[in-house]
């Protein structure tokens, strides 16, 4: 193979470039910012960094953070610790290092904006600002907002998520997470290096509306907003149609990381699936060569992880918006990580990133007979259930 251009530059394009120039291909990456801040940082799970440990043994500035707070509404907050820490960057940084690794593998980094790219005989035409760009294969990383039509996730409103957030001064040894009555999403305090990361995220809220509800929690919680500042970002958050009609690869390219719609619906997390789509996507190109990689691209992400994604599209209203023993889900959640060991473990995986939506029905059913009589001896079950104690 002549030339690949991976068209974007954050984890997953830089990745993608890395792997690609790694085995011998010549690979050139085009992205008009290049290493750049986002709201929510650079936070990585325990999945991603034992899967890829390059992500922690460097010298890049990070936090490693062993603690969780957990607050839900009448339910109060749970304290919970990680066994497997978070592992949080500043994302800029966390950009900068996986350029930096890509270019002394043997990319080229253009510093351009892609403003049009179509097929010919000889594989892409890539027209950017500074030039046009001729390469056999394309690999779209290009993001949320990816400007290139038909090639990767087709968004609808409906299958977004608003993240938005101020950078602050202070810092604290764990993360906070508050869940907020009636909000498909989340309030979230990440400790990075020199500075706290405030933000929110939600789904079918206008932003303005989620800036005030964050602005309301940060005044009430002290931190400080004159100054701060402020960030905005889009995620895919797919719902379960889209699963089925969104386009990940065709003829000579193939889409990863936010560009693919690749993000936990749930969560929002999206640097695994960016990091391990982008080696997929390489991978596949090394072995199969440009005529198979398309369709072994879209094999191996469903094997490795969509499936559990489209899973997790299903179960995002209920985890958020659902009630269960006569308690909202998250406030239930909370108290259930307070009283129960086996729930605690439970929260702890989801937080490392190694539990699977697909097996956490099986396993919170296994769990919750020996949960509710954790949570009955230690709370008072006629505290948690109206009527519990003549049940």
Known sequence: MKRVAVLGGGPS??????????AGIPTVLCDEKLAWEKPCGGGLTYKAYHQYPFLLENPTPKRLVREAAIGAGRAGTARLSLDEPLLIYSRYDLNALLLERAARAG???EKTRVTRIERNSGGWAITTRTGRIDADYCVVATGARNPLRGFGAELTPRDTMAALGYLVPGDQDRIDIQFLPGL?????VFPRCGHLSVGICGKGVPAQALRSR?????AEAGFEIEGAQFYSHLLPSLETPAWKRTQVAGEGWMATGDAAGLVDPITGEGLYYAVRSADLAARMLIGEGAAGAAAAYRRALRRDFTGDLELASRLSKRVYLGRFLFGSVPERMVQFTRRSPRFARVMQDLFAGTQTYAGLKKRLLGNLRGSLLEVALSFGFSRLVPGGSRT
């Open 13 to 22: 394009g830089a990745f993608a470039a890395e792997t690609l120039a790694s």
């Open 214 to 218: 964050l602005e309301r929690y940060m």
């Open 184 to 188: 498909e999403g989340y309030i979230w």
């Open 107 to 109: 990319a080229a980094i």
